[in-house]
């Protein structure tokens, strides 16, 4: 079965520290996968895809298949990074394909 | 770019009760999913419309749940009636196809609250 973990529902670090959040995934094929950002009072969007291989507001995320890892890393974490992050796994199936969510880490930037 | 459009935002009923939830994609989105997420925890796909068709409902709980897509554009969301389970948070989310490529664009999301 496909499966999305992200093993913290909180990560919490002072402005200016490294932040990596984690995402483990299970799924048989190849898999696309995603980061998902939420900020306070905003809709859910997407923050960067693996197959995109590039940096958004400093994140970025490196596919790992001998893992099955997709981590979330930021060298040097800013106030504004505070929101909920969901790690996301694209299924083809059918021609079609789905999106499978994990749980979510908050991230809590503190001055 | 107004983004996709949802309405209520907000709902607040009693269980055995009807409520519906309405959804504007993106104009010239063809695909709209909608997904329910619970408290702590990430969406789940409930129905995924390409134009008028619903292509993958699965997940959706058909003996309480339905929704149509009529002219290919706006979908309604409907429960009859309500259990206290189905406090979450609805979605609604657009592509401009259902292929790999395409991002999904979320809506702001309705808030369902089963007394």
């Not at chain 1, 299924?91 to 503190?110: C, D, E, M, P, W």
């Not at chain 2, 055995?16 to 989105?29: D, E, L, M, R, Y």
């Not at chain 2, 408290?39 to 959706?60: F, K, M, T, W």
């Not at chain 2, 309500?82 to 664009?105: F, I, K």
Request: charged share 25%; proline share 5%.
């Amino acid at each position: 079965a496909q499966r999305v973990t992200q093993p913290e529902k909180l990560l919490s670090v002072f402005k200016g520290a490294p932040v990596e959040l984690k995402c483990n995934y299970s799924y048989s094929g190849s898999p696309e996968l995603f980061w998902y950002v939420q900020y306070s009072r905003q809709r859910l969007q997407l923050l960067l895809r693996h197959i995109s291989r590039e940096s958004i507001k400093g994140f970025t995320a490196d596919l790992n298949k001998g893992e099955t890892s997709f981590h979330l890393k930021k060298p040097f974490a800013q106030e504004e990074d505070s929101a909920m992050y969901y790690c996301a796994l694209r299924r083809i199936s059918g021609g079609y394909n789905k999106l499978i969510f994990g749980a979510g880490t908050r991230l809590a930037v503190h001055p | 770019e107004a983004g996709v459009v949802q309405s209520p935002r907000y709902k607040i009923i009693e269980k055995k009760q009807p409520v519906a939830f309405w959804c504007n994609p993106i104009s010239g989105h063809n695909t709209l999913y909608w997904y329910r997420q619970n408290l702590g925890q990430g969406p789940e796909l409930l129905i995924r419309y390409e134009n008028e068709e619903a292509v993958d409902d699965s997940q959706l709980p058909k003996d309480r749940f339905s929704a149509e897509r009529l002219k290919g554009v706006d979908s309604t969301l409907k429960i009859q009636p309500a259990e206290l389970g189905d406090s979450a948070v609805y979605l609604c989310a657009s592509s401009h196809r259902d292929r790999v490529a395409d991002t999904q664009y979320f809506g702001p999301g309705t808030r369902l609250t089963v007394l």
